[in-house]
């Protein structure tokens, strides 16, 4: 069993930065991917990043490339969101994810979610 808890979510001015972290406790392996996902109000949850413990491998959705970084601390178990240039249609509920496995971007794909966390980008 793995339990996740995100930490973060706040307001945030657009342009500023935001860094989102994922604490994961209980049996997790090397063999796991972590993913952070999105949604906003009326909206289905997006995949938003993604990355694989046993390889480093990560990947993110086109609308956060060259903006949000995704990243782990082993030592810690914990994974992190960096965002900067946050825009207005960043608003939304990121949640933190894991699945035994490779990276997908089904969110019905994962196994285990955090509660979530707001993030509030004003114009």
């Known amino acids: 069993q793995v339990q996740l808890v995100e930490f973060g979510g706040g307001l945030v001015q657009a342009g500023g930065s935001r860094r989102l972290s994922c604490a994961a406790s209980g049996r997790t392996f090397r063999s796991y991917t972590m993913g952070w996902f999105r949604q906003a109000p009326g909206k289905e949850r997006e995949f938003v990043a993604a990355?694989?413990?046993?390889?480093?491998?990560?990947d993110y959705a086109d609308s956060v490339k060259g903006r949000f970084t995704i990243s782990g601390d082993i030592a810690e178990n914990t994974v992190y969101l960096q965002m900067n240039s946050l825009k207005p249609e960043d608003t939304a509920v990121y949640y933190c994810?894991?699945?035994?496995?490779?990276?997908?971007?089904?969110?019905?794909?994962?196994?285990?979610w955090g509660q979530g966390t707001h993030v509030t980008v004003s114009s």
């Open positions: 990355i694989t413990w046993n390889s480093g491998f990560t």
């Open positions: 994810a894991a699945r035994f496995g490779t990276v997908r971007h089904d969110r019905y794909q994962y196994d285990y």
